[in-house]
């Protein structure tokens, strides 16, 4: 039984359906994590009360899940936000769910399900639309895709507060990151609502989202994987202005992750932090230093970890910020050796997601933020890597691909983990790790696969919601082909620095280029290639030549 509440839980998997079958009675999925504060206040109100726990323990199977560490469940169950409380037939398909249930609530669908169960049984049963939907409306590639997601931006940015939508408001660093380069007054004046609101100006990161359209309302749990996107926006953003206003949101970031979140039993980041007390924020630095530490979830993730690399060696490239290349270097070790083995990612350092044979599942999320991680390493401070990466690649292509798309991992497991789920997030993520990985490499057959990956989902391009914004930068990097600035020499040369800084945060630096003079630097955009640059200056101005 769990210690904060009164339900017999039992754990994610065969044995739970079993029993729903053999008893016939329903299954109450609750979908929590250990940051969500609605899902504690729900264990404290909800499910401590003893005629509530009775009820769900004498007429369903209940079953606990953590989303991140079950992500596939996450994903075909999730009633939009956490908790997520959701009715299954004991064959896996849905009755019923909601978000967070109240005790009066809580009472209503219980007593509501019971009788749709005794009267429907599972006739009432559906499978959620995502699983029913699973080929999206494929399309060609063209240039207004950008100019669409680019209008999508502007029809919905908000002019008093800064930011898109009204509410909630999240941070979207894709979306930042995509207005950068195409409406910098918009994209800066998101930046500053973001940095002004979500940062914790005393222990630094950022909370996950405000609630209300002028930014209050703040939810203030910390996770590892917005916070290290984060670190890699708002230092794409001090590379484009070269302001400290930007880069001292990236290093109180990294404070925090390298501090707080640092698990240096395993050398990696641990994974969130709750929100703790909401008075301990209003006290000041004293008082506040004396309060309370809120938890820490030590959970290490490949994906997660993967996006605080990625934006750690992002922020080095500018500024040569020697502990965020020393902590990137030591959780991407921990990454290589102990998450990674021919090509396949494991969740986590305790990954209970496992095929038949205790191998790690294959999860696209994971593959596609990996190589993300290792591209930024290779084009950064280790060519050697991209062996890894290439590695990554194929085993995803092999393993993940259905027709021209790729499936969120093996269409297998209970409940609905054996229907395929094909993720638009994670497809761009992956299609953008690959153009990069053209590029290093010089196989265009990953340049391919990253087209037809895009093109799957290119028809319904234009109702792409700004939270998809990355698909419209990959697309114009794949159409236009991305600034690529080669340079003969190893990682940290003036020439491979000075490359790194030249303000166009969507370009691919390659280090190491074989067909280049040593000590020798070009740039190429599309079919044009500029003249050889032997100093740093000498290559701002070839850029500068091409840009124009």
Known sequence: ????????????????????????????????????????????????????????????????????????VRDRYNMGGFPSTVFLAPNGKVLTGAGYLGPDGMRQVLDSVRTMWQTKGTGAARVPRPLREDNPPAGELTADIEQGMLGHLTDTYDETAGGWGQQPKFPLPDALEFALKRDREMALRSYDAVGANLLDEYEGGFYRFATEPDWSGLQREKLLDSNGALVRAFANAYLLTGADEYRDPAERTIEYLTGTLWNGEVAAFAN???????????????????????PVDEGVFAGSNALAIEGLLTYYAYTDDERARRYAERSLETLREDLLADGIVAHALEDAD?????????????????????????????????????????????????????????????????????????NVAFADGLLELAVLTGEDRYREVARETLETFAGASDRFG???????????????????????????????????????????????????????????????????????????????????
Not at 3 to 21: L, P, S
Not at 272 to 292: H, I, N
Not at 498 to 509: I, M, N, P, S, T
């Open 466 to 548: 700004v939270q998809i914004a990355r698909y419209a930068t990959v697309v114009s990097r794949l159409l236009e082909g991305p600034l690529v600035i080669r340079v003969a020499g190893e990682p940290g040369s003036d020439l491979h620095r000075a490359a790194l800084r030249l303000a166009d945060h969507e370009k691919v630096v390659v280090p190491d280029a074989d067909a280049l003079e040593a000590g020798t630097a070009r740039a190429e955009l599309g079919d044009r290639v500029s003249d050889r640059a032997e100093t740093p200056s000498e290559l701002s101005e070839q850029v500068q030549y091409l840009l124009d």
């Open 354 to 426: 496992r095929d038949g044979n205790g191998d790690p599942v294959p999860l696209l999320s994971n593959q596609a933020r990996v190589l993300g991680a290792l591209t930024t390493a290779a084009s950064t401070i280790d060519p050697s890597v991209l062996a890894d990466a290439t590695a990554i690649a194929d085993a995803t292509i092999d393993r993940l691909r259905d027709e021209d798309s790729f499936l969120d991992g093996p269409a297998a497991g209970v409940g609905l983990c054996d229907r395929p789920l094909r993720p638009l997030d994670s």
């Open 1 to 72: 039984m769990n210690e904060t509440t009164r339900v017999e839980w039992h754990e994610w998997g065969g044995e739970v359906f079993d029993e729903a079958a053999e008893a016939d009675v329903p299954i109450l999925l609750s979908l929590t994590a250990t940051w969500c504060d609605h899902c504690h206040e729900m264990d404290a109100e909800t499910y401590a009360e003893p005629r509530i726990a009775a009820n769900v323990n004498d007429s369903f199977v209940p079953v606990r899940v953590d989303v991140d560490r079950h992500p596939r």
């Open 272 to 294: 969130s932090q709750a929100p703790g007390e909401d008075d301990a924020y209003s006290l000041d630095a004293t008082d506040r230093a004396a309060a309370a530490e809120p």
